[in-house]
């Protein structure tokens, strides 16, 4: 199976920017899609954006649609989550996740394979 770490996570003011990285080890990277999400204290886990295997079809959630851009780097085993112009409602722990398949799956739990989390936290 493939394992995630993520990284690039910190405190950040209201309006600056962050990226995110999403390194993978394991199986082939280019088997699988994937996928950011975040989690706020005392919420659901929700979808961000996700990413196809070749890197030509991506998919974003609406509130952060024209602010944050996935990549990914396959020679690199990267995934990436640009953040820009980020809100106090931005605050989460934000996860990738890998999943073979289909692309453009928002549903959490048809990803198989997740990263620990990364805490990002946007102060107004």
């Known amino acids: 199976q493939v394992q995630l770490v993520e990284s690039g996570g910190g405190l950040v003011q209201a309006g600056g920017s962050l990226r995110l990285s999403c390194a993978a080890s394991?199986?082939?990277?280019?088997?699988?899609?994937m996928g950011w999400f975040r989690q706020a204290p005392g919420k659901e886990r929700e979808f961000v954006a996700a990413?196809?295997?070749?890197?030509?079809?991506?998919h974003y959630a609406d509130f952060v649609k024209g602010r944050f851009t996935i990549s990914r780097g396959n020679a690199k085993n990267t995934a990436y989550l640009q953040m820009n112009s980020v809100k106090p409602e931005d605050t989460a722990v934000y996860y990738c996740?890998?999943?073979?398949?289909?692309?453009?799956?928002?549903?959490?739990?048809?990803?198989?394979?997740w990263g620990q989390g990364t805490q990002v936290t946007v102060s107004s």
């Open positions: 990413i196809s295997r070749g890197g030509d079809s991506t």
């Open positions: 394991g199986r082939t990277f280019t088997n699988y899609h």
């Open positions: 996740a890998a999943r073979p398949g289909s692309f453009s799956d928002t549903s959490p739990s048809n990803y198989d394979h």
